[in-house]
């Protein structure tokens, strides 16, 4: 962990503007990605995980732009409009495969298409690499699949072909937003095993944006709890779900079904995700946190270590000049 | 297995979707393939299995969305698949369904309180049933029927003492006692109570749906909305509020909570368990989720490729699966919410057409704990490995030829190619395959470039195949109210357990 991260992302800042309003869909997002390794980044819908994924390739587009932070590539700001120096470097997998793969293209053609324009190869050399990628991502019969269009393959099957697609340009960093979340839960058990191979064999470093905790506890080594724009927890995986610091990351875990006993009622959080069209000036969590206090509504908290393994939470119950007495 | 308390029987039921275009006739998609179970009154029933396994099918074909081709879905003694107009009208009063994306199940262009009041509108809601006691009647005002004091349900009961009636109205209804006006006056015959209901059909129906969003935890300001004004698990409860309009005994849920995040999730849990508790409701509960299942469900039916492979208490099925595929199913959960403990068993492949599914049983072609025969002496990897090849035959034989591929099998030529050789290559790396078996490889290889890709298959299921590959398992008991269809629950069988630990074992040694 002491060597430099491959990815760093900092104070990232991505607003969408609307005609009534800003809204910091991404408020202030940091985290680190080390080679090899794979971060989570869970939260709920709206919450701003999507559009800090899209924000690493560059591909926010109008009504959105970057408005502030950096994300360094082995050390270079991407926001400084160097993607197309580093397209190919970092590759997506988005969460339906239908709609990442072109329908009148076969998946040969598509692979070969990413291999010609990030490794030069062409022609036979290309199909044969194709037919290679195929097989590395666990598709049967490779050499008949690849001439055949995307219908033809089951959800899974596509899923595999779209990850093929992006190993075609050899990178050094996934980045997987909701990558299982449309496939069947055996299915998505072969994709998981998929990419912790692919993790494991070409030291590929992999962010995985789920909304899932069961996904992010096999999948992921850190994670990142992200709530209205906002990072309010990180830590090493297994220590978030065996002691979440966070009241929403604790509340998101109790809200999972597997984890109370059948004749109990689930743990709800009341209330609704907040859309933050300001700047944050209080704790965004503060509304529906049910360990709240009258400065929650009054100061933006801001992260704190809360054990000695690095892990942070953006909470004032953490802050040391907030003891015991004065909540 | 008839038992009193069942609400459903559902026995041997069939849906087939044929498409048969003037050309050619295809064989038809078994969406339910031969189906047996009961629904018992107040119950949640867990319906779990994969994309395309058939379990959205069988809930539409219980409730006569959908057509059966055979069998039978029996309540109280009648065969609701088969019903006239006017009884498959009062069977749909009776049932509910709740669909998965709330955004689409809405039309964006009614209100919420239309949405809520349409079913109320289709069926003529409401015909208050009048019940009077001790005297006649003489009914006057708005949408009511007299029946007998000891009918099913009585919406209005009046009993006339003297000169003076004593009115009851049913909870459920939003009508009071003051709404419902009665004076009685005497004829030669005796007492004669005239009753007016004071509000409309309309104003009922109105009154109707507010309750019904209160129930359902939305307030009177939602009924003048617009659906995409509303959050997806707001959306939620007006799809259930619209279910429950007609007061159903029974609602088909189909995952009803699949599109929501975990949060919303559980608030909407919670509410059908609520509603469930104060209503009476028996639920089919259709979910991929085995974690919300588990929560939700006291039985849990199993799906796989048209057939229920597995059915019995959750709690017994989520500790101690009995077929391979609930094992296998379970093991795929990923984190801690999953019950199972050994080690994850990850199923190759999907499942088969459900136009051409496998001759035995259902699950053969992925099954981690399938009989093997004894006539090799091979290791499970091999094994493995011949059942692909299998399965890479069975799917070219399925894909489309090529206009060149059809010309080179029709003048005899080499079909396949290279290709061929390289994928068998591919799949058999590192078997070890004795001579015999090689042998037959090989001629079933040689077949498949000659273009004949389902004799090949054939060929491979005649050396290879096992029991589980020609038998049709059938629901066997494992436990109080407990089945399962697994060939290896016969005696002579070492247990679903013990074989797939004990192959899972070898596959990493």
């Known amino acids: 962990m002491s060597a430099d991260p491959l990815l760093s992302v900092r104070d990232l800042e991505v607003v969408f503007h609307t005609e009534r309003e800003r809204i910091h869909a991404v408020d202030g997002v940091s985290f680190d990605i080390h080679a090899g390794e794979t971060v989570g980044l869970v939260g709920e819908s709206g919450s701003g995980k999507s559009v800090t994924a899209r924000s690493i390739l560059g591909l926010v587009e109008t009504p959105g732009s970057i408005e502030a932070g950096e994300i360094r590539f082995r050390g270079e700001d991407l926001t400084e409009d160097n993607w197309d120096r580093h397209r190919g470097d970092i590759a997506i997998v988005f969460q339906d495969p239908s709609n990442s793969l072109n329908p009148v293209y076969t998946v040969g053609n598509q692979i070969e298409e990413a291999l010609r324009i990030h490794q030069g190869l062409r022609g036979q050399a290309a199909t044969r690499r194709a037919i290679d990628l195929l097989e590395d991502v666990g598709i049967p019969d490779a050499p008949r699949r690849v001439d055949e269009y995307p219908h033809q393959l089951s959800g899974g099957m596509q899923q595999r072909a779209v990850i093929a697609m992006a190993l075609a340009c050899d990178p050094d960093l996934l980045v997987c937003d909701e990558p299982t979340t449309a496939l069947d839960v055996t299915i998505q058990a072969q994709i998981l095993d998929l990419l912790a191979d692919l993790k494991r064999e070409e030291d590929l470093a992999i962010l995985f944006i789920t909304h899932d905790m069961g996904v992010i506890e096999d999948a992921t080594d850190r994670v990142n709890v992200i709530y209205a724009g906002e990072v309010v927890e990180r830590a090493a995986t297994d220590e978030l779900l065996a002691h979440p610091a966070h009241p929403y990351s604790r509340a998101l875990l109790e809200s999972i079904p597997g984890r109370t006993p059948p004749d109990e009622q689930l743990p709800t959080i009341e209330g609704e995700v907040p859309t933050p069209t300001e700047p944050a000036t209080s704790c965004r969590f503060a509304p529906r946190c049910p360990k709240a206090f009258d400065d929650c509504e009054a100061v933006a908290p801001e992260h704190v270590r809360v054990d000695s393994h690095g892990r942070t939470a953006a909470c004032l119950l953490h802050d040391p000049a907030y003891e015991e007495g004065e909540r | ?509």
Request: hydrophobic letters at 35%; proline letters at 5%.
């Open chain 2, 1 to 509: 297995m008839t038992t009193d308390d069942s609400l459903l029987s559902i026995q041997e039921l069939e849906t087939y979707y044929h498409d048969d275009s003037l050309l050619e006739s295809e064989s038809p998609v078994r969406a339910v393939d031969g189906v047996s179970f009961d629904i018992r009154a107040g119950e949640t029933l867990g319906l779990v299995g994969e994309s395309g396994c058939g379990k959205t099918t069988l809930g539409r074909t219980i409730l006569g969305l959908e057509t059966a081709t055979a069998g039978r879905v029996t309540a109280e003694g009648r065969d609701v698949t088969d019903l006239d107009r006017g009884e498959r009208r009062a069977w749909q009063r009776r049932v509910g369904m709740v669909f998965q994306d709330p955004e689409e199940s809405l039309n964006d262009r009614m209100t919420v309180g239309e949405i809520v009041q349409e079913p109320l509108q289709a069926h003529d809601w409401p015909t208050l049933r009048v019940a009077v006691d001790g005297g006649d009647a003489d009914l006057r005002g708005g949408p009511v029927t007299l029946v007998d004091g000891d009918a099913e349900t009585v919406d209005i009961e009046v009993t006339v003492r003297g000169g003076d009636a004593d009115v009851v109205v049913r909870d459920e209804l939003p009508l009071s006692t003051d709404d419902v006006a009665v004076t009685v006056e005497r004829d030669r015959d005796g007492p004669v109570a005239e009753i007016t209901v004071e509000k409309s059909s309309g104003e009922l129906r109105r009154d109707r749906a507010f309750d019904l969003l209160d129930r359902v935890g939305l307030s009177t300001e939602h009924f003048y909305r617009y659906p995409h004004q509303f959050s997806g698990g707001q959306r939620q409860r007006v799809g259930i509020a619209r279910a429950l309009a007609l007061e159903p005994e029974f609602v088909v849920l189909d995952e009803p909570v699949s599109a929501l995040d975990v949060s919303v999730q559980a608030r909407i849990i919670n509410l059908l368990e609520e509603l469930q508790d104060e209503l009476g409701l028996t639920y089919l509960f259709i979910a991929h989720d085995l974690a919300v299942v588990r929560h939700i469900a006291d039985r849990v039916a199993v799906m796989y490729l048209g057939n229920v492979v597995e059915l019995g208490p959750t709690e017994s099925v989520y500790s101690d699966p009995s077929h391979p595929y609930t094992v296998s199913l379970l093991s795929a959960i990923p984190g801690s919410g999953s019950s199972w403990e050994g080690e994850r068993v990850t199923l190759r492949g999907t499942p088969p057409s459900p136009r051409d599914p496998p001759t035995g049983c259902p699950f053969a072609t992925r099954c981690p704990a399938k009989i093997r025969p004894d006539d090799y002496d091979l290791t499970e990897r091999t094994w493995r490995a011949l059942d692909e090849l299998r399965v890479v035959f069975r799917t070219r034989e399925r894909a489309e030829q090529s206009a060149a591929e059809t010309f080179r099998s029709l003048v005899g030529l080499d079909v396949a190619g290279e290709e061929l050789d390289e994928t068998v290559a591919d799949v058999l790396d590192d078997c070890d395959l004795p001579p015999a078996a090689r042998e037959i490889v090989d001629e079933a290889v040689a077949m498949a470039r000659g273009g004949a890709d389902a004799r090949a298959a054939e060929h491979l299921r005649q050396h290879f195949g096992s029991r589980c590959d020609r038998d049709h398992p059938e629901l066997a008991e494992r436990g109080a109210a407990w089945t399962s269809a697994c060939l290896r629950h016969e005696p002579e069988y070492d247990s679903v357990a013990e074989t797939i630990a004990a192959r899972e074992e070898g596959e990493r040694s």
